[in-house]
């Protein structure tokens, strides 16, 4: 009996035990799954920049508070149960408590905020680096590095996880992005067609009908400088072609690669910039496309529409195609780059203490014995894919005509 009583009186307290805690979990999971309030923030806040944050989990109509460093500001759920805080202005840095509430509903998380010049840190350490070490990839690793690291804390922790964060968060999903690894492909499938161009002997061939017809330094800079409006598609493959093309024509006349460098740099995107077809279109039209949505009179108005209508008000692109060629024929230099086309007019059109890349060197560069050399061989693999980007532009787009089809 006192045996039977006593296991009586445990399943007694289990069942009690199980109610309450069974009460305990609906009483937390019921007003968080219906009633909770969620704030996001971005990683890591500047002070006094403007900072965009978000409250969910209200109703469509629904009045926000938010509460930062002192100050509130209210804004309306959508209909999704978001409220949007777009204005909001943090004036210290430090650790700052960021509270939203929703009638008796409220929650609260801390935000780290640190000062503005940070936001530039991690690109003038990177540019720094890279000018001292003339090496361009421990520079970006560092600035990387710094950048991640900010995001986490300025601590022996922070930097660690800053560290592993640089490649298997950022480098990965930089690789693993859409848009980027096509950059990455074409790159690569542009590099083969020079490749292809030089073996074939195209190159050699135009370098000799351009150094036939330029005979002074002056000359060759224009060359390089139509190269440049030739390869108008895409700013990658302007620098790779003109590039691999043009050096061996600059050499001979005794430019500096300085000079060739910022021809080239200079050809390639101010000029993908101002054609009707390019790579970088499709991106300026985009955005234009988002624009116009909020700006009156635009609504029946193409994106493609109005890019072409901003051309004569691209004055950056325009004015720098322009300087390129007005130095090239006035054959005027000044500061450090007159110096180096000094340099370069005593024999020497590299900097001395700057190393050939394995990729630039001559015999790289020379075409397969016995491959006569004709112009015809460098310009048919590049008609053949301006043919066929244009083909591929026209057969997926979308729209009733040309401009449309292109536009889109």
Known sequence: ????????????????????????????????????????????????????????????????????????????????????????????????????????????????????????LPAVAAIAIALTLRNVIP??????????????????????????????VFVTGAIVDFDRASIILFTMMIGGM?????????????????????????????????MGLMIFFDDYANTLVVGNTARPITDHLKISREKLAYIVDSTAAPVVCLFLVTTWIGYQVSLIDRAKADIEGLADTTAYALFLNSIPYSFYPILAIVFVLAVGVSGRDFGPMYKAEMRARRGAVRPERVEELPAMEADKLEAKPDVPMRAFNAFLPILVMIFALGTGVVITGEGESFMDIVGS
């Open 1 to 120: 009996m006192l045996e039977s009583n006593a296991t009586q009186g445990c399943r007694n307290n289990f069942i009690k035990t199980r109610r309450l805690f069974v009460a305990a979990w609906l009483a937390i999971w019921i007003p968080l799954s219906a009633d909770a309030i969620e704030i996001e923030t971005p990683a890591v806040g500047l002070a006094g920049v403007p900072l965009e944050y978000w409250v969910s989990g209200a109703t469509d109509g629904d009045v926000v508070v938010l509460s930062v460093a002192g100050e509130s500001w209210t804004s309306t759920a959508n209909v999704e149960g978001r409220a949007v805080f777009d204005e909001v202005l943090i004036a210290e840095a430090g650790t700052t408590i960021v509270a939203a509430s929703i009638g008796e509903t409220s929650t609260s998380v801390v935000h780290r905020v640190v000062p503005g010049w940070v936001s530039i």
């Open 194 to 226: 020079v490749g292809i161009i030089t073996r074939n002997g195209g190159m050699a061939s135009i370098v000799r009908v351009v150094v036939s017809k330029a005979k002074t330094a002056i000359g060759g800079q224009v060359s390089v400088w139509l």
């Open 139 to 168: 520079a970006l690793l560092l600035g990387l590095w710094i950048g991640a690291t900010t995001l986490q804390s300025f601590t022996f922790y922070g930097a660690g996880r800053g560290l592993l964060d640089s490649f298997q």
